[in-house]
């Protein structure tokens, strides 16, 4: 791929292609966070068991962690256009067959695990290709630049997906929730359809999808500043995952809220990240990696601690906002970090692998606070999930965050 010179003088934006992919993914994860507050909020109406409610959550995430490898091998061996073509193509008839289900009112508790699953599924497999096709439509300068921007994509969808379901739900029912998100997908659809994003520079002429999937492995395995990227995930969404997982739990069991009251939690941590996102190449710039990856488990700890011990909305509206600033800080850190450190010809397959790591501790660690939320109670579950998210903060430290060189001499 060639890039010209007044495009890396530019920036992100300069590349069409870059564009029509930063508006899909708005379109994709607006759609995808309608989906799932629609699914959350009716497993909520259909069962008042926190267990059922945080394994919603599983359903979504679990996928990325059993699908995470293979995705990324099929995004280094296939056309990454047509990769993202086709599954946001399964994802419309998927999110259509909810809407089709719950229209016809036999939508179920396991009949709405299986769907979402399967939506899922679909994300699991797109996730890794668009990430890293980041990198294909980009110049090397701009890449902390376009992270940056899909990162603000990605929480502006966060902010508006939710108060979008939030008011179908109100007005419309859970029907239209999944049939606007179904009609999102299309978007997507059209959007792939039009604009053609460069072929994956790919695995080895020759390699297999086995052999491909084991040479990621054994790039992560041989590369240990990949394990401490890794851990310092580990240490903080395995305990930040109770507050994704036990929200709906909050806003309808504490707060007594109502869908529209569940959306604008959701949207105040979004709010909080797209904030957060703006500012945080200046804070780059004054605080080391170190400290604001600590500094952010910190703040989430608290915003977990605050929306199990306040009842005020503006207090645990307040906590939300600083701790969907806290999460987009880590994840950018850490995304950055990973990419920066990684070749092209593996680089989705690893970027996979990290993928798998960081959805499997949110999928697995949101089942295991809705299993002993179920036993011990709301309150006391975020009181142990915080004061442990507190000493994976602190212990985090341990393993230091540099943001790496690209070991391509070109794109």
Request: proline fraction near 4%; charged fraction near 5%.
């Amino acid at each position: 791929m060639t890039i010209d010179k007044n495009q890396q003088a530019s920036g992100a934006f300069q590349s069409k292609l870059f564009f029509a992919l930063w508006i899909a993914t708005i379109f994709a994860n607006v759609a995808m966070w309608m989906q799932n507050v629609g699914a959350e909020w009716v497993m909520v109406s259909l069962t008042p068991s926190p267990f059922m409610v945080a394994l919603v959550q599983s359903a979504i995430t679990l996928p990325v962690f059993l699908l995470g490898l293979p995705a990324g091998v099929m995004s280094d061996l296939l056309d990454r256009q047509q990769l993202l073509l086709w599954t946001h193509a399964s994802m419309f008839l998927a999110s259509g067959a909810l809407a089709l289900v719950s229209h016809l009112g036999m939508l179920g508790p396991w009949a709405l695990l299986f769907l979402t699953f399967i939506v899922g599924c679909c994300a699991a497999l797109a996730i890794t290709a668009r990430l890293v096709s980041i990198s294909d439509v980009v110049p090397r300068s701009a890449l902390v630049q376009a992270l940056a921007l899909n990162s603000i994509a990605y929480n502006s969808a966060r902010a508006v997906g939710p108060a979008l379901a939030g008011i179908l739900l109100a007005w419309l029912g859970p029907t239209a929730v999944f049939l606007a998100a179904a009609c999102m997908f299309g978007v997507v659809v059209v959007i792939q359809l039009r604009f053609f994003t460069p072929p994956a520079q790919g695995a080895a002429p020759g390699e297999s999808a086995i052999n491909a999937m084991l040479s990621g492995m054994r790039y992560v395995r041989q590369t240990p500043l990949l394990h401490t990227y890794f851990m310092r995930v580990i240490l903080f969404v395995a305990f930040a995952s109770s507050l994704w997982a036990l929200l709906p739990v909050i806003a309808h069991g504490l707060m007594k809220f109502n869908a529209s009251g569940y959306a604008l939690l959701l949207g105040c941590m979004g709010a909080g990240a797209v904030i957060l996102g703006v500012v945080l190449e200046p804070l780059r710039r004054n605080f080391s990696l170190d400290t604001l990856a600590t500094a952010s488990g910190l703040v989430f700890a608290a915003a977990i601690f605050i929306s199990a011990l306040s009842s005020s909305t503006f207090i645990v509206c307040a906590g939300l906002v600083a701790a969907g600033g806290a999460w987009v800080v880590i994840n950018s850190i850490t995304t950055a970090a990973v990419q920066t450190t990684l070749p092209s010809s593996v680089r989705a397959r690893v970027v996979s692998i990290y993928l798998l790591v960081f959805n499997g501790a949110m999928a697995f660690g949101g089942a295991f606070w809705g299993a002993v939320a179920s036993q011990l109670g709301l309150k006391s579950t975020l009181a142990m999930a915080a004061t442990l998210a507190v000493c994976g903060a602190l212990y985090a430290r341990r393993y230091p965050i540099l943001l790496g060189k690209d070991a391509d001499a070109t794109l």
